[in-house]
Each structure stands twice: as C-alpha cells, then as structure tokens.
C-alpha cells in the first residue's frame, strides 16, 4: 500500500532528455551505461534494450571515436530509448551525434578547448534543443584545481562544475544538468549539497566507481540515500562494477525505500528463523525472479510465521503470514478465507500476484472509461 514520501524536494528547473523529463516536478529518473563496445552495434543495441526492459529511463553510450558516432547512428536507429552519448575533448563527435539525433551530450565545455569550438556545440545544441550534462569527476579534475586544492575537496569538484557552468552562462545556455561523482560516499554528498545550492539546473546524482554488485549497491545507496533524503537529485545512476542491468535494479531499489518512485514488486520478507512454517528465503528468490516483468507498484508481504505476519499482512497490497501447512493470505490487509498449501506457495502466489495486478489495471481502466 503506496505511502506518499515525506521528502521535500530541491525546486530546480526542467530540461527534456528525448521525451524523459529530467528536474522540476518529473519523476526521478533512472540512468545507466553501456560496457560493450560502442562499434559493436548489435551487442550495444541488445544492451539498451535490456537495460530499458529493466526500467531504465535513459541510456547513456560511450562515443570515444569517430567511428563510434557512426555505430551510434545506427544504435540510435534501432533504440526508442533516450540516449545521452559520453564524449570527451573532441567537439566534432559531438556534432557528429548531434546530427545523428542524440537526446543529451555529456561533455563539459571547458574542456573543450577554443572558444569557437564551445560555441559551435553549445549553438548546435541549442538548435536542436539537446541538452549538456556536466559531468564532473574526482578522479579526473583539472591541473590547476588539482593544484589549488592539493586533493579532491567539495570545494575543488564545485569549483570545476561551476567552471564549466559559468561558460554555458556566458553562451546564454541552460539546458543543462551537473553531477559531481566521487567514489567517496562523504566527498560525493558534500559536494552534491553545496552545488545544490549555487545552481538551479537538475542535479545527476552518483556515486562513481562504487564497486562491485553488493558492496557498489550499498555505497550508492548510503551516498544516493544521504542526497535524496535531503530533497538534492532529479536523475541518478548507480554505478557498479556488474550487469548494468543491475544497476537499475539497485536504482529503483534506492527510489522504492525512500518512497520516492515505485515501481514493480516490493518485497517485505522476514530473514527467516527456525519458527518459520516454509521456506523464506528460497520462496522471495524465487518470486522476484519470476516477478521481474511486473511494473506495477505492489507492496508484497511474504512472512514466515505469525509473530509478524499478520502484522505486515494488514499494510501490503498482498501478504503471507506462514502457518502450519497452509499459510494465511490477505488481500489489502483484509484476511481471506483460503489459505494457501505451503507446499506450492511460489506458484499459488505468483498466480495471485498476477491476478490482482490484472484486477487493478481493469479498475482504473474503469475509473477512466468513467471520466469519459
Ligand atoms: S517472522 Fe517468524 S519466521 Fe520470520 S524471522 Fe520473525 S519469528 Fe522468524
């Protein structure tokens, strides 16, 4: 049973990535990144595609040479998702996807080099109304900020957005969003919270090279938990060292615990303890495997046993609380009358998974056929 999140959110301004809203009121949204080769069209084609089966929002794609803003060409031709293309230094290749139909460009002006070469992306984006994200990077600050600050601080990372900001300023452009990742959770917070305050645009968050699945999934999710709480953030990508498909899953995971976007099942399962009446564990693997296609918000409650079970039951959309045998099952905290064989419950529950997800589109399909 959704709750709203008592989060309030940062007012920043709205810039469209394709038809994916980014800042403002939208939803946030979820990113991630290719890790095939960009030239390798098919591989990189059939990675989008199961990226935004996962639920991603947005993409974003190396394009390190020219050759690979020619794959992207036809990446782009065989993809609906938005796609942001990750450039660095060369202005042309940025020119060369804007022409082949990129959603965002992630390149930061002042890195560049001359004025007229800035001017020429920054005018073609502006034409073709394609946004600029600023990506800023601990690992990669310039010389003299380096220099300045002897280590990357807030402060340095700030002031190398800011640069870059001050340029896009300058051209009178601001269709722009900025991310100031670290790899260290305190660095990345810090210095996501002060530029929150200096600029208006919507804010990309990450925390980069986190690591592997778990360890990755849990530092971006203390580091993203931290910001989103405080209201900072309007997109996110969680970067991990794994399947990037799992990085919209660790995404949505960090959205769904603060309440903040639902989507798919969330399941609330007990560890499990020698009072359980089934097998626990085992019986949530499996039904997140097999529930993985479902997009509708649905809270799920599997308990093991009745200390808390019924507890649980009385605030989920569906709930199991474990009993000899046959388990209790509720509907919307309501008890019903069937109890369901413990011996079978992964298939007797994703059957009625199932059925109430149908149920409940069939409502609203009511309610608006109503309205009209
Ligand atoms: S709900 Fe029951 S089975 Fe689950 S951990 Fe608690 S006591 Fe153990």
């Known amino acids: 049973m959704h709750q709203e999140s008592p989060i309030q959110r940062r007012k920043s301004t ?12 939208a939803p946030i949204s979820v990113q991630s990144m290719t890790n095939t080769r960009t030239t390798d069209v098919e591989a990189t084609v059939a990675q989008i595609q199961a990226i935004e089966r996962a639920g991603a929002d947005i993409v974003r ?18 993809t609906n998702i938005p796609l942001v293309a990750d450039i660095h230094f060369d202005y042309r290749i940025a020119l060369k996807v804007a022409e082949y139909g990129v959603d965002c460009l992630r390149i930061n002006p002042g890195n560049i080099g001359h004025e007229d070469r800035i001017r020429a992306v920054v005018d073609c984006a502006r034409d073709k ?3 600029i994200r600023i990506g800023v990077n601990a690992g990669s600050l310039e010389r003299e900020i ?3 600050y002897g280590e990357p601080t807030p402060a340095a990372l700030v002031e190398s957005a800011m640069r870059h900001v001050d340029i896009l300023d300058r051209l009178n452009f601001d269709q722009f969003k900025v991310s100031v990742k ?9 210095s996501y919270r002060q530029l929150a305050q200096q600029i208006v645009q919507p804010l990309h968050l990450g925390i980069t090279e986190a690591g592997g699945a778990r360890a990755g999934a849990v530092k971006s999710a203390i580091g ?4 989103l709480s405080e209201g900072i953030g309007d997109t996110l990508r969680v970067s991990l060292a794994a399947d990037p498909v799992e990085e919209v899953k660790v995404g949505f995971d960090i959205l769904k615990s603060l309440r903040i976007r639902a989507r798919g099942i969330n399941f609330i399962a007990c560890p499990s303890c020698s009072r359980q009446e089934f097998d626990v564990i085992n019986t949530v693997n499996a039904l997140e495997q097999r529930l993985e296609d479902v997009i509708t918000p649905m809270d799920v409650s599997i308990i093991g046993c009745v200390v808390n079970g019924p507890g649980e039951a009385l605030v989920s959309d569906l709930g199991l609380a474990g009993s000899n045998r046959k388990s209790g099952f509720y509907i919307d905290g309501k008890r019903q009358k069937e109890r369901l064989d413990n011996t079978d419950l992964v298939n007797l529950l994703e059957t009625r998974i199932r059925q109430q997800i149908a149920m409940r589109a069939q409502r609203i399909d009511v309610k608006e056929t109503d309205v009209e």
């Open 14 to 25: 709205q810039i469209m990535v394709g038809n994916v809203p980014v800042g403002g009121d």
């Open 61 to 78: 794609v190396s394009v390190p040479t020219m050759e690979a803003a020619e794959a992207f060409r036809l990446i782009k031709q065989q």
């Open 129 to 131: 109304n394609i946004p």
């Open 146 to 148: 380096q220099e300045k």
């Open 182 to 190: 670290a790899s260290d959770v305190f660095l990345a917070v810090e």
């Open 224 to 227: 993203l938990g931290m910001l």
